[in-house]
């Protein structure tokens, strides 16, 4: 470490520090060493290469930035890692340690599993049924009936509820059964801080002794590629041993971008079930169950007004009717469509005024927006003028209809759903990087929803 180099390199922690969480600053960045300097590639020792991957997602551009600001010439970081991963992973594969019987007690208890998310408690309707009948034969039948299983869909519609009721079911089946429940986002960090600690053995013994793995929300596995290596063994050490994989996203397997073609292929080998937006009916029968559970009473004109008016997700359903029965209760007045359209109107979108949202009057509102006419935003051109436009469009047909990723590009001009998905990834980055952009996509979408 030469003394240039780690002033920098103090310099630049001093400025990124301002805009990072303390404990992001201190899991990320405290860890790294500064090196050397040479011409302009300014060299840093990182633990291992998730640190890498990191990095290059979230701050390197930061970073060289605030380095060549700092000494007036442009500069590129390279990377020394401590821990050679590849070579940590070879050897845990051959040195993996048995849980102690306490530790896997713990590990795969009941008690990981919501008790009001069983199959007796899911309400089946149209948009949900043949996730739940797959769900259901894998719980009957682990490992054989569908592996994996890929259930996917939006925000707050029953996946997790049909995660939890696999769960219950498998382990009333046999109680004996090493059934885990874990977020995609809890199994990365389980991960690296196994790799810190040099655990790594413990870790590929935990979830390689598994009868079946339940995870959720994929999609948040992250790009890095060794993280996705660790996953792509673990997954194939359990479905060669035939054990029950089941896995949720918020897209289909090909959609998502972040995942790499042969995880997308395996995702695929299996079933995938999608869960869509519950009808009507399903929203009524939802809020019935709900209201039997919580042992209240809601007259059937509220429970129809509430169904009718608040259709995105299970989750805001039972939210509206929870803030409609808590106002009933805390002000002591009776529950009536009157007063609880006056309680919902922050969240009811008013459909009898409301001109619903087509892509074709995305079009026209982000055409307006940018001076060009939509037969702009439809064409082959290139330039930047028109590619940004369109990029912006199609990701708010994705963003705000129910149209599909191949439906959205046959609109724009005959364009291939990889095109759209790209589209969506970059205007993503785009909102969380230039808070400007932001605020001008706000506006879009305020006009496109007037």
Known sequence: MDKMSQELWENCLEIIKKDLPEKTFDLWIKPIKAISITD???????????????LKLNLQNTIEKELSKQINKSIFLEYSVILNLDEILRKTEQTIDPLQ?????TIFSDNQFNPKYTFEKFIVGSSNKFAQAAAMAVADTPGKAYNPLFIYGGVGLGKTHLFHAIGHKMKQTNSNAKVLYITCERFVNEMISSLSKGTMSQFHQKYRSLDALLIDDIQFLGKGEHIQEVFHHTFNALYDAGKQIVISADSAPKEILTIQDRLKSRFEWGLVADILQPDLETRIAILRSKIIDERIHVPEDVI???????????RELEGALIKIVAHSYLTGSQISVDRSQEILKDIIKQEVNETPITIEKIQKIVAKHYNLD?????????????????????YLARKLTESSTIEIGEIFGGRDHTTVLYAYDK??????????FSSSLSKIIKDIKS
Do not use: C, G, Y
């Not at 019987?101 to 007690?105: I, L, R």
């Not at 129809?304 to 299970?314: G, P, T, V």
């Not at 439809?378 to 469009?393: C, G, L």
């Not at 205007?427 to 400007?436: A, N, Q, S, T």
């Open 40 to 54: 302009d590639k300014f060299l840093i020792e990182v633990p291992n290469k998730f640190f890498i991957d990191w």
């Open 101 to 105: 019987p306490a530790e896997v007690e």
């Open 304 to 314: 129809l007004f509430i169904a009718s008016h608040i259709k995105a997700n299970i």
């Open 374 to 394: 939509v037969k702009d935003l439809k064409s082959k051109k290139r330039t930047d003028a028109i590619a940004q436009p369109r990029q912006i469009a199609m």
């Open 427 to 436: 205007v993503e980055k785009m909102l969380i990087k230039d808070p400007v």
